[in-house]
């Protein structure tokens, strides 16, 4: 008689991912160190970027849709001076103008101007979907589509380093940018050269944090082939959303899709992660109306 095969465990994986790779890329690659289909992702990273892509793993895919939610911190390279159809060094370069007066002073006033409560214009190459098309699709068939500005909040955005080049023509500024979800770092590349009236594009990419997850429990896709495991979903949980701890009785009725009274003094922006007695996981729940409703139950 042949023993039955172990369930793939649920769970989040934080994979460092390297460059060159497309995020759908690095699911197959968890599918198949996982040996499940049921693997998805919170908030695409570009091929050309770098660093943490947080990859859900069976019941875990269900905080996923939370998860790109939350704020997310970047380290970024943008070229002054030359513009790209995508924003990025991936695109073809189509203008340049001199960077070379592109003082101190501008530079600072014009990426004050991009940080806080902004309206941004996704880039022309990107995931967004018009009248039921990727936007990168009508692009690419030469119908580029006319993107509305989105209310973004760029929480910091930090010079911590300049560079010229090519004669001083060309200025290459790192920065460091935590914003909300749904923020493009392209379109902050594309927006400071425009500002400055140089152009501007994205050069490199990485990103370092998403809600509660550092680089610090990231893992290079060697290091998960050579050792796979997941982030169990009661931990996964616990770092990324606030903790409301329930006794037996709510815990019964949360799992089986009852509401709970709210908790006093508590005005939750997104939602908690209610965990039971024994530590399991037991729902995301949001708060609303003086009742804690389950958003998704996981027991």
């Known amino acids: 008689m042949t023993a ?26 968890i599918r198949r160190l996982a040996g499940t289909r049921k693997v998805g992702h919170a908030g695409t990273l570009d091929p050309m970027a770098t660093g943490i ?5 069976e019941k875990a895919t269900r905080l996923l849709g939370y998860l790109m939610l939350t704020e997310k911190e970047y380290q970024a390279t943008i070229r002054l001076g030359v513009s790209t159809s995508t924003d990025d060094a991936e695109g073809e370069v189509t203008g340049s103008a001199s960077a070379a007066g592109v003082s101190a002073e501008a530079l600072e006033a014009a990426v004050a101007k991009l940080t806080g409560e902004i309206e941004q214009v996704p880039p022309a190459v990107s995931a967004i979907k018009v009248g039921g098309q990727r936007a990168y699709k009508l692009t690419r068939a030469g119908a580029a589509p006319e993107l509305k500005p989105r209310p973004v909040t760029v929480h910091q955005f930090t010079i911590t380093g300049v560079r010229r080049a090519d004669g001083d023509a060309v200025l290459d500024v790192d920065a460091t940018v935590r914003c909300s979800s749904g923020t493009y770092i392209r379109s902050l590349a594309r927006d400071l050269g425009a500002m400055l009236g140089t152009g501007g594009h994205l050069t490199a990419l990485r990103r370092t944090r998403v809600g509660g997850y550092g680089l610090d429990v990231a893992r290079t896709l ?78």
């Not at 369930?7 to 699911?27: C, E, R």
């Not at 009785?249 to 799992?255: D, G, H, S, T, Y």
């Open 4 to 29: 039955a095969a172990t369930p793939p465990a649920s769970g989040l994986v934080v994979v460092d991912k390297p460059g060159g790779m497309t995020s759908h890329d690095v699911v197959a690659r």
């Open 53 to 57: 892509l947080v990859v859900g793993v």
């Open 222 to 299: 060697d290091q998960l082939a050579a050792h796979f495991e997941v982030l169990p979903l009661a931990q996964a949980a616990a770092a990324a959303f606030p903790r409301r701890d329930l006794d037996e009785a709510e815990a019964r009725r949360l799992a089986t899709g009852g509401r709970l009274t709210a908790l006093a003094g508590v005005h939750a922006t997104g939602p908690s992660a209610a965990f039971a007695p024994d530590g399991a996981l037991v729902a995301l729940v949001t708060e609303e109306a003086g009742q804690a409703r389950p958003l998704a139950v996981f027991v």
